[in-house]
């Protein structure tokens, strides 16, 4: 059974950052595409990054990019997500998730663990 545990999040004024970290218990990390969702009150799970298994490669959604970066640290079983530029709308629970596919994808249903969530606030 693999677990994750998501840490970093909390209460930012709009225009600040954070720095979510998700830390796997397994030691198969390394051989996982890593994938960062997020969702707010009433809505649906949305994809916001993720990053390929070497960390050679990265995709975003639209409305993160340029503001999120996504970066991995195999030897310690952790993916970060840094988040700048912060807006409301970027208010929501935070998850990490797992995949086996090689290239990094944006549905939910391609990734198979998922963390239990931190919460992000931006306030305006």
């Known amino acids: 059974q693999v677990q994750l545990v998501e840490s970093g999040g909390g209460l930012v004024q709009a225009g600040g950052s954070l720095r979510l970290s998700c830390a796997a218990s397994?030691?198969?990390?390394?051989?996982?595409?890593m994938g960062w969702f997020r969702q707010a009150p009433g809505k649906e799970r949305e994809f916001v990054g993720a990053i390929s298994r070497s960390g050679g490669s990265t995709l975003y959604s639209d409305s993160v990019k340029g503001r999120f970066t996504i970066s991995r640290d195999n030897a310690k079983n952790t993916v970060y997500l840094q988040m700048n530029s912060l807006k409301p709308e970027d208010t929501a629970v935070y998850y990490c998730?797992?995949?086996?596919?090689?290239?990094?994808?944006?549905?939910?249903?391609?990734?198979?663990?998922w963390g239990q969530g931190t919460q992000v606030t931006v306030s305006s």
């Open positions: 998730a797992t995949s086996r596919t090689v290239v990094p994808g944006t549905l939910v249903r391609e990734y198979d663990y």
């Open positions: 397994a030691r198969t990390f390394g051989s996982w595409t």
